[in-house]
């Protein structure tokens, strides 16, 4: 077992690598800033946490659990996203994807459990983009998080997880987070995940400590990976819970709350994933874009240079 004392110098060494590549690309104020974030937030420390309890049933769910069921998505707008998906991703080799089984097919045969995936633009012509434009989605974010709307940024993607036989092929070191573990994103940031394939267990479901958020053992400050058994003997309190659902299930999740994905036995997830967070550290997450003006039919931003 990884002790303690190694994840502290892991942990370390993690923040103070991340500081330097920041500090040669955003001002130094704001990489210092992210530094100080990510070194001491996992600890309770500088995490800014929400106290109210007003703000609707959603809320109180999320102060409760860290994570709450929200409407689930039809299915034109779950067939229209697929379909925006399969026209925009490519494969590795640039190849097109006609139907999602080709999409699933195709990395299965490569070997690759978790592809890169397809970002939203921030643009209007962007249908990920259009569905976190959303004002009910926007609505909780704001409220979980006592923060104006002026002040969030959104970012968000279209992902897979992928049943594949024997080893895997890794694109990078990226384990593809199944091993549980906080986010540390910013100082305020909510996220929010539509199924969009059936998943229950084997399908790459999605698996969280409830109430975990809440509590911050010094055992598990350092941002690391760690087992059931760790997060349950620090936390004792918090209880496991599988998130399963039929196509178009959606939930909001708090996820400094210990969580992690599956590997997929029986078969292949799709999810969206959408990440509201303060502005802070808006220069340093490439693909954000701002929520303020959503519902009004002008937030439409020009391209970024990676967009081209």
């Not at 067939?79 to 640039?94: H, M």
Request: glycine share 8%; aromatic share 12%; proline share 3%.
């Amino acid at each position: 077992m990884t002790s303690f004392a190694s994840r502290l110098v892991g942990h370390l060494y993690l923040t103070s690598r991340e500081f330097v590549l920041n500090v040669t690309t955003v001002r130094f104020d704001v990489a210092l800033n992210y530094f100080v974030m990510r070194l001491l937030s996992p600890f309770g420390l500088f995490r800014a946490k929400g106290t109210s309890s007003s703000g609707g049933e959603e809320v109180s769910g999320l102060r409760e659990n860290g994570i709450v069921e929200i409407r689930g998505v039809e299915k034109d707008k779950r067939d229209s996203l697929i379909t925006f998906f399969c026209e925009r991703v490519a494969g590795k080799d640039g190849k097109k994807f006609n139907t999602l089984p080709d999409y699933f097919d195709y990395y299965r045969r490569e070997k690759i459990q978790r592809p890169t995936g397809l970002f939203a633009t921030g643009r209007g012509d962007c249908a990920i983009t259009n569905f976190v434009m959303n004002d009910y989605l926007i609505d909780i974010a704001s409220r979980y998080l006592g923060l104006d709307r002026k002040n969030i940024v959104a970012q968000a993607n279209i992902d897979a997880l992928i049943r594949v036989e024997g080893a895997r092929v890794k694109l990078t070191n990226y384990d593809d987070a199944l091993e549980f573990h906080r986010d540390i994103d910013s100082y305020k940031f909510l996220k929010m995940f539509v199924y969009l394939t059936d998943c229950f267990q084997g399908d790459g479901h999605h698996e969280v400590y409830l109430g975990s958020h809440r509590y911050t053992p010094l055992s598990l400050g350092p941002i690391a990976r760690y087992t059931n058994a760790e997060v349950e003997r620090a936390i004792p309190q918090a209880r496991i819970h599988f998130v399963e659902g039929r196509a178009g299930y959606a939930f909001a999740e708090d996820t400094f709350a210990f969580h992690r994905g599956t590997k997929p036995r029986t078969g292949d997830r799709l999810i969206l994933n959408i990440e509201f967070m303060e502005s802070t550290f808006a220069s340093l997450y490439e693909r954000t874009f701002p929520v303020w003006s959503a519902g009004r039919g002008d937030w439409s931003r020009p391209p970024l240079t990676s967009d081209l």
